[in-house]
């Protein structure tokens, strides 16, 4: 096996994607070719650099050409995609404290609108009327109807 063919052998190695009756042949030039060993040596570390690296941060500019091109592939260019593409290029500059108390402001508002509403339409309260029917008197065996006469 030649060095080019190694190099090559090697990278395939590091993704995993050599086969395994190459894999063999690739250990027996690593172990006659110092030139070899330190390639691999290099771009195991190279590897290892770049596994660490934090994840790149997409630019602003790269969401404008990734909305253009979603906006372009599917034909839409309707108003209502406009002002989304606005919104999120803003993304939402409002101030923190400034949403804060919008938010309270409305929450105040619909509360004391509840309340005003809530007591005008309410129904007068209702008193329950007992109607109470006079009965005659009745004497049975000498006592009239929820009266004792033996006692009067």
């Given amino acids: 096996m030649k060095c080019d063919e190694a190099e090559l052998n ?5 993704d995993r994607a050599l086969g395994a009756t190459d894999t063999p042949q690739l250990f027996l030039h690593l172990s006659e070719c110092a030139h070899c060993r330190s390639f691999l040596a290099r771009m195991l570390e190279l590897r290892r650099e770049l ?11 790269l969401d404008r050409r990734m909305l253009a091109l ?9 108003g209502i ?11 939402l500059a409002v101030p923190l ?3 804060a108390m919008l938010a309270l402001v409305l929450l105040t508002v619909s ?7 809530s ?3 309410a129904e007068p309260p209702k008193h329950d ?4 029917l006079g009965m005659p008197a009745v004497e049975v065996q000498g006592v009239q109807q929820g009266i004792d006469t033996h006692n009067r």
């Fill in 51 to 61: 596994a660490s690296m934090p994840d790149p941060e997409p630019s602003r500019i």
């Fill in 129 to 132: 009327v007992i109607y109470m």
């Fill in 10 to 14: 090697i990278s395939m190695y590091i």
């Fill in 111 to 117: 509360a004391v609108s509840y309340s005003l509403w």
């Fill in 97 to 99: 404290p400034a949403a």
């Fill in 81 to 91: 995609t406009s002002a989304l593409r606005a919104l999120w290029m803003r993304r």
């Fill in 119 to 121: 007591k005008s339409s």
């Fill in 70 to 78: 979603r906006v372009s592939r599917t034909g839409i260019a309707s």
